[in-house]
Structures are given as structure tokens and as C-alpha cells.
């Protein structure tokens, strides 16, 4: 652990006590019905940074009626005038990047860069979507026989259940709210109660940007299931977006049948990272420092599988410990920290359990291998080599920072492995050969490939995953269609 300088403790209480605590239903801040609350927590400390109002079932259906209730009015609301409000509300967040990456920092532990690279990354939702609202387009064409016409017009879904995680608090939030907005369609959020006051510090901001009361309805509660389930079987809604676990996620999926429910899934991921005897090493080294560190590990798109060829095996895990080993691990306000704590205790534990499971069936460990000791769900960042197939973590989901290592000798032997799991979400390979690069990115089985780069997300890209890892696309041109509807109007023409 770090102590190399301290965050100013006053702006930490200025930026909480900025945050609205209450539920956002109809356009108005409000406790949760009987006065409830639940605490939310800086996994740093593990000590309470505030209490947020803790919806019941009753205000999950309050919410729904609110933006049923707004949904033909905004509907109808010009194009231009929608992406407009999303573009006031992209401004207001860069010029407040300094205090909404410190809330972020302490409800959910990431290092402040890491929180304004996260801020910008949400911001940037808005401003693409702002210029996607007034591009939905239509079509009108000559029936083959042409006896008719056909008029084809985009309509919004209707009113949207919006679901999101807690480790990217923001953008989780504005890749689903931003394609809403611009394809008018009004909202119930419900963020984890693990970090909600990224949504609340944004719900303020939509409203100060001009959304119309009832668009965008907020509850958060400590019983996910109970207040959400109701509103999924309820009909008003037409779409569920999710963004969590794939465990979850299956649950919804079935919930939402009973009224077919349109559907958006971003689930979890077992992300290979590929690394072929002819890679630049310190390009895959860099790229590995990404794709599993970003977040701490706590990413859906983290690798979790390193699959490196035999010979160079040995020096990527050299080159990849030293880089680990260096890191510095603390408070994520503190200067220079890179690495911030898990989220819980949950979190931490499930981590550990995965490193002793691969060490208990033969692993080596390079670096790390354990917790810090002391207050805040810290795991020291981890290299282990000779990580079997069979060990949890090369089957589960790490979300942590540990990178597991494989070797494999030949190019099929490597997409098998890495297409040997339920999930299919992201998968990076590393080669300087060309037709390598083309033949193996076909033959992955993911719904994103990171092709010489450990970072593929950006908000003009579609994205999303393949088997248990999803259905739908957010971001890119495509975002904006998980919210339309295609209406068809066949147009008689005499004859
Ligand atoms: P999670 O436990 O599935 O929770 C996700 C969200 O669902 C939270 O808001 C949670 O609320 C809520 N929830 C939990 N049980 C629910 C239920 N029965 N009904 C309705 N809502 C329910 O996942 P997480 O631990 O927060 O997030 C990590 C997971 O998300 C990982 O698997 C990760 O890969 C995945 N993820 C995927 C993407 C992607 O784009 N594919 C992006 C980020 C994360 P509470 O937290 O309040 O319980």
C-alpha cells in the first residue's frame, strides 16, 4: 500500500453531500416510501460515505407509472431537440470531470484516472448518441408486383427497464440511457446499490440539461429482484436492458417472456488473450496491462486466459510480472496509486478462492498471489504460469487482478482453448502475421476481438458478446436500434 500523498478529505465530503440521495420519480427527489435507506460504502476503508433512499416494490411501480405516463409526450419530442438535451448533459459532465471521478473513486475503489477515463468514456455515449437521435431513418420502396408501396418508419420500443452493474457506476448507465434519449423512449433505472451515486449525480444532470420530468425515473434498492421483477411482468414496459452477470441475466431473460419483452443482454465474459511466437511482446505486454488491469480486473472484457505460445511463454511472464509487481496498489484518491481496492469482501473472497484453487492443481505463482492486509478489499496484483485448463480460473470469471497463464503450441490448440467456454464476450490476440490475425479472428467465437490492442471499447463501435455473453449491441450505429421498433405500412396503389 501507498501513502504518497492525500486527496484532500474536504472535497470528499463536498463532492458526497452534493450528491441527491433520494429516489428520482416524475421530475422529483423523494425518500423511499416508509423512509428507508441503505448505506453506500468506499470499498477503500470498508466505512460508510453516505445513505441513499432504498426503493420497495411500491416505488419500482411508482416509477413505471411515471414514465408511462411520460412516454407518448417524449416520443414525440423532435429529434433535435432530444439529441440537444443529451449534448447539454455531455458538456455538463466534462466541465464536472474532476468531482463525478471522485464519487466514482469512492463508491467503487477504481484510481482517479481511471474514474475521468471512465467519466469521458460515459460523456462520449451522449455526444455520439446526441448525433444519432436526428440520423433514425426510414424507407419507401415499390412492392415487387408494384401494385403497392411500402412505408417503412423507426418507432421507440416504449417505456424501458434499465438494469446496470456496479464496476463501470457511469457508463454502464449512459450506453443504455444515451440510445433511449435519442430514440425517445422514457426509463426506469435501477443501478446496484453497490455504487448508485454515479446515476444519481447523472440523473441531476439530465434534468439540469432539460429531460422532461418522468423520462428518466431512478431507483435504486437494496431488493433488486423484488422491485424489478414486478415492473418486467407488468407489460407497461417494452424492453429490458441488462448489463450484469450471466446468472442473472438468464433470470431476467425468462421473466421478460411472459410479455415478450424486447431485450438488450451485456453479461459476463472469460475473455482469452492470445499471444503467437510472432508477437511483438512489449505491444503484447502493454496490451496484457490493459486488458487486465483496467478496472482492477473487474472488467467483463478483462482477460482472464492467457494463452501464450511455448516459446515465449518464459519471457512474457517476466516481462508481465515486472510490469504487475510494480504496480502501486492504495486508495484510489491518493496520488500515484494505480491499482484500487475489489469491490467487497465478496469480491476478494472469490478471488482468493480461485489463485488457491490453480495453485492447489499445479500453478505457479510469478507475483503476488495473495490480499493486503488491512482495511479495504485490496488483492496484490497477480502473475501465475502453468495455470491448468481445468482450473477455476480459467473457467470462471476472476474479476480481479490475477492473470492466469497457459501455454499452447499450436494455432488450432489455441482457439480451441479459446473458444472452450460458455462465454463469448471479447477475446485479444497478439500477432505481427497478417493472415494469421484475419484467420484467427474469424475463427474466435466472440462477439468483439482485440486484434494487437487490449482495449476495445468506444462508444462509436457496436458492442457486445456471443453465447452466454449477450445478445444486442450498444454503441456504434447500431446502439440506437435496441430501441427502435420497425413499423411497416403497406401502402395500397389501385390495380
Ligand atoms: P449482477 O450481480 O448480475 O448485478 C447486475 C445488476 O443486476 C445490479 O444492478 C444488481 O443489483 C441487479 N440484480 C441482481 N439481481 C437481480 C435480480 N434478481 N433482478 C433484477 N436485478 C438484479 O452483476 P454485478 O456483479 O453487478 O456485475 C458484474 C457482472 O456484470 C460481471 O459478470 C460482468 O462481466 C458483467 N458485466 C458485463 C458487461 C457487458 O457489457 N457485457 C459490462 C459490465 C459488467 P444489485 O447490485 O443492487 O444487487
Known amino acids: 500500500m501507498t501513502t504518497t500523498g492525500e486527496h484532500v478529505p474536504g472535497d470528499e465530503a463536498r463532492v458526497i453531500d452534493a450528491v441527491p440521495t433520494g429516489l428520482f420519480i416524475g421530475g422529483t427527489w423523494r425518500p423511499a416510501s416508509g423512509g428507508r435507506t441503505l448505506t453506500v460504502d468506499d470499498p477503500a476503508t470498508g466505512k460508510a460515505l453516505c445513505e441513499v433512499a432504498d426503493a420497495s416494490p411500491a416505488d419500482g411501480m411508482e416509477a413505471l407509472a411515471a414514465a408511462t405516463a411520460a412516454q407518448a409526450s417524449f416520443a414525440a419530442m423532435p429529434p433535435r431537440e432530444r439529441g440537444e438535451i443529451l449534448l447539454r448533459a455531455y458538456e455538463i459532465m466534462m466541465e464536472r470531470i474532476d468531482d463525478l471521478a471522485l464519487v466514482m473513486t469512492l463508491e467503487m475503489g ?110 435504486t434498492t437494496s431488493e433488486a429482484g423484488a422491485v424489478m421483477e414486478p415492473l418486467i411482468r407488468d407489460g407497461r414496459a417494452r424492453k429490458l436492458s441488462f448489463t450484469g452477470s450471466t446468472p442473472v441475466g438468464k433470470k431476467l431473460l425468462e421473466q421478460c417472456a411472459e410479455k415478450v419483452l424486447r431485450t438488450s443482454m451485456e453479461l459476463g465474459g472469460n475473455a482469452p488473450f492470445i499471444v503467437f511466437d510472432d508477437a511483438d511482446l512489449d505491444k503484447a505486454v502493454e496490451g496484457a496491462m490493459q486488458a487486465k488491469m483496467r478496472n482492477m480486473g473487474e472488467a467483463c472484457t478483462a482477460a482472464n486466459r492467457f494463452l501464450v505460445h511455448r516459446s515465449v511463454a518464459d519471457v512474457f511472464a ?130 468483439m476481438v482485440g486484434l494487437n490492442t487490449g482495449l476495445v471499447s468506444n462508444p462509436a463501435a457496436p458492442f457486445g458478446g456471443v453465447k452466454e455473453s449477450g445478445l444486442g449491441r450498444e454503441g456504434g450505429t447500431v446502439g440506437i436500434e435496441e430501441f427502435l421498433e420497425t413499423k411497416y405500412v403497406a401502402i395500397g396503389f389501385g390495380g
Not at 423512449?185 to 449525480?201: F, G
Not at 497478417?434 to 466472440?446: F, K, M, P
Open 110 to 219: 477504481k484510481p482517479l484516472a481511471e474514474s475521468k477515463g471512465e467519466i469521458t468514456y460515459a460523456a462520449e455515449f451522449f455526444r455520439w448518441f446526441a448525433e444519432e437521435a436526428v440520423r433514425i431513418d426510414g424507407g419507401y420502396a415499390v412492392a415487387p408486383a408494384g401494385t403497392s408501396r411500402f412505408l417503412v418508419q423507426k418507432q421507440p420500443v416504449g417505456v424501458c427497464l434499465l438494469i446496470t452493474p456496479w464496476n463501470f457506476p457511469m457508463a454502464m448507465g449512459t450506453r443504455k440511457i444515451g440510445p433511449a434519449v435519442a430514440a425517445g423512449c422514457a426509463m426506469v433505472l435501477k443501478p446496484s446499490e453497490l455504487t448508485p451515486l454515479s446515476m444519481h449525480s447523472l440523473a441531476a444532470i439530465l434534468a439540469e440539461a432539460g429531460l422532461p420530468d418522468g423520462v428518466l425515473n431512478l431507483v
Open 318 to 447: 517476466e516481462k508481465l510480472a515486472a510490469r504487475m509487481g510494480a504496480l502501486t496498489v492504495g486508495r484510489g484518491t491518493e496520488e500515484g496509486v494505480q491499482v484500487g481496492p475489489l469491490v467487497n469482501a465478496k469480491g476478494r473472497e472469490k478471488v482468493t478462492a480461485l489463485v488457491d484453487d490453480a495453485l492447489e492443481k499445479g500453478a505457479t505463482v510469478v507475483v503476488g498471489g495473495d490480499p493486503v492486509d488491512g482495511p479495504g478489499w485490496f488483492y496484490r496484483p497477480t502473475v501465475l504460469t502453468g495455470v491448468p485448463l481445468e482450473a477455476r480460473l480459467s473457467r470462471e470469471e476472476i474479476f480481479g487482478p490475477v492473470a492466469a497463464i497457459t501455454v499452447f503450441d499450436t494455432d488450432d490448440d489455441a482457439v480451441a482453448a479459446a473458444n472452450d467456454t460458455e462465454f463469448g464476450l471479447v477475446s485479444y490476440l497478439f500477432t505481427e502475421n497478417i493472415t494469421r490475425a484475419l484467420r484467427v479472428s474469424e475463427q474466435l467465437e466472440s462477439g
